[in-house]
């Protein structure tokens, strides 16, 4: 008997025939709309049509899916579907105890994990009121603003791959692989650190690291001015970014911005300054703000954010104490019943944990407040009346990392 | 909350983060607000809530950022925010029935390596020391 075109086998369950197959392509789900807002999506007016966006697209910067409702060119509405790396971090942290939720949080954000494995760290020092020895607390500083220098160096190379631009990235590398390098020399890991610990950090600075440090120190503001003026003074990278996703003050305070997309509005708001941890309060470093609030801005943000970082690296350099680098802590840690809010700036905002501790050692709830995921959303607000083309760079210049989005 | 974000005194502008908390006896929403005169974060919490039809008022009229928010505290604990216009699962797959940050969703036995020996020591949940009896005697049983 000759197939019949229009009768097959469905794809969950091969015994039953189906008149119409449904295939993992398919934008539109299987299921009848669950709220106002999902009917109202599904439902096209005439000349639009929905089109699929990942989850496996290469510059959706992770597994990020998005059904993109488009009229001609022109994108009307969009959808994120997120979920295809959810892990359950939050989960895992409730079921083993403080220490382990360290290196359970370092994957979160993988670009720069520094900053996420911070996150237990700084909620059990709050709630243990604990004392950390001032060395840990210079070389923590240290890492984080060279794990930021790196992550925004990648930004900036990713915003031009995603206009097109080949070129930029291979220098953001250059830049990343050094001080990935040298953070290996100080951690022995090149992605996830797993340096951080309650109390202080894993080692001390060791030669390797110092030799390289100052080698980077040495070139490192040159060549980030270099590299700039490779993108800065681009006519094309201007015309394409300028004006594009532009957000204004009471809009990013309205979807919970933070980080550099709300600085480039114009709001000072910086975990750093706003909420002072570790030794920040003892540095001089201004907060660069922009108040164009597009593409462009952020971008030309991330560069100034660089230059204050090194400043910072500078002072601390000076600055290092002598001293432990761990508090005299016992090994089976039991953290004092309570709830502490803690936060640290990490490269894409306000980077924050809500903890609750009941006596014991595990986590009773442990909440991770991820900037990329609320920063993520905005690009529901940004898209619509944007060509296709420039969701890519609307999307890359709000700089979302999708092992901290999904959790 | 709008008294919070309007009133010229207050201003607090910033929603620095919305989450869901289930205690095991009750469940609980958190809010941390920022001012840009406050030297802290205020910490908003609504108690009390029923385990068993937790419903607040929805604050995306203040923040439409706080959509996914509640997205996910709905996700994770079933938590209905009255008011939001797109309140579904947003990680978990839109089928699925349990809300797997509740304390009672405990973490499969792990059948395979100790058959009947209960839960690895990884996997244990610590119960609350509020906990409802029917947790801790879950629990009891494990151990």
């Known amino acids: 008997m000759a197939a019949d075109p229009t009768r097959v086998r469905s794809l969950d369950d091969p015994t039953v025939i189906v008149d119409t197959p449904a295939t993992i392509y398919d934008a539109v789900p299987p299921y009848p709309p669950q709220t106002e807002r999902e009917a109202e999506f599904y439902t096209l007016r005439d000349g639009e049509m929905l089109i699929n966006l990942g989850p496996q697209h290469p510059s959706t910067h992770g597994v990020l899916r998005v059904v993109l409702k488009i009229d001609g060119e022109r994108v009307v509405d969009l959808d994120p579907v997120l979920g295809y790396l959810h892990r359950g971090v939050e989960k895992i942290c409730e079921n083993c105890d403080w220490h382990m939720a360290i290196s359970n949080c370092d994957p979160l954000e993988y670009i720069a994990s520094m900053f996420s494995e911070a996150l237990p760290v700084l909620a059990a020092e709050k709630l243990l009121e604990l004392k950390v020895p001032r060395r840990a607390e210079y070389i923590r500083v240290l890492a984080w603003e060279l794990n930021r220098i790196s992550s925004h160096a990648l930004f900036m190379g990713w915003l031009a791959l995603d206009l097109g631009g080949l070129t930029p990235i291979l220098y953001g590398f250059i830049e990343r692989d050094e001080i990935v390098e040298m953070l290996a020399s100080l951690t022995g890991q090149r992605l996830l650190f797993n340096y951080l610990r309650i109390g202080g950090v894993n080692g001390d600075l060791n030669h390797d690291f110092l030799s390289r440090l100052g080698d980077w120190m040495s070139r490192a503001a040159h060549r980030i001015e270099d590299s700039q003026t490779l993108i800065n003074e681009n006519e094309i990278f201007v015309k394409r970014v300028r004006g594009l996703g532009t957000i204004d003050r009471a809009t990013a305070l309205r979807m919970c911005l933070t980080g550099p997309p709300l600085r480039a509005t114009g709001i000072p708001y910086d975990v750093r300054r706003a909420h002072p941890y570790s030794v920040y309060p003892e540095l001089e470093f201004g907060i660069p703000t922009r108040t164009e609030g597009d593409s462009y801005a952020r971008y030309l943000l991330h560069l100034d954010e660089i230059r204050q970082s090194i400043h910072i690296i500078d002072q601390v350099l000076h600055q290092m104490p002598d001293g432990p680098v761990m508090a005299k802590l016992p090994r089976l840690l039991r953290i004092p019943p309570g709830r502490a809010f803690a936060a640290l700036e990490s490269p894409r905002g306000q980077y924050a944990v809500y903890a609750m501790s009941d006596g014991s050692d595990q986590p009773f709830r442990f909440r991770i407040h991820d900037p990329s995921y609320f920063n993520l959303q905005t690009v529901g607000l940004l898209m619509p009346g944007n060509l296709i083309a420039d969701t890519m760079a609307i999307m890359a210049s709000l700089d979302p990392i999708m092992g901290g989005v999904d959790k | ?143």
């Open chain 2, 1 to 143: 909350m709008r008294t919070l974000h309007d009133d010229p005194d207050l201003r607090f502008t910033l929603l620095a983060d919305i989450c869901g908390v289930d205690t095991g006896r009750k469940m609980q929403v958190v809010y941390h607000l920022w001012s840009a005169t406050s030297p802290d974060w205020l910490r908003v919490i609504a108690d009390d809530l029923p385990r068993d039809d937790p419903r607040v008022p929805s604050v995306t009229f203040l923040w439409k950022g706080a959509e996914w928010g509640e997205r996910e505290a709905y996700d994770m604990f079933g938590i209905i925010f009255e008011g939001n216009r797109d309140l579904r699962r947003i990680y978990m797959p839109p089928d699925y029935k349990s809300f797997p940050l509740r304390k009672d969703f405990l973490l499969p036995d792990d059948a395979a390596r100790s058959p009947g020996m209960g839960v690895r020591h990884m996997e244990q949940t610590a119960p609350p020391a509020d906990a409802p009896d029917e947790v801790l005697l879950r629990r009891s049983q494990l151990d």
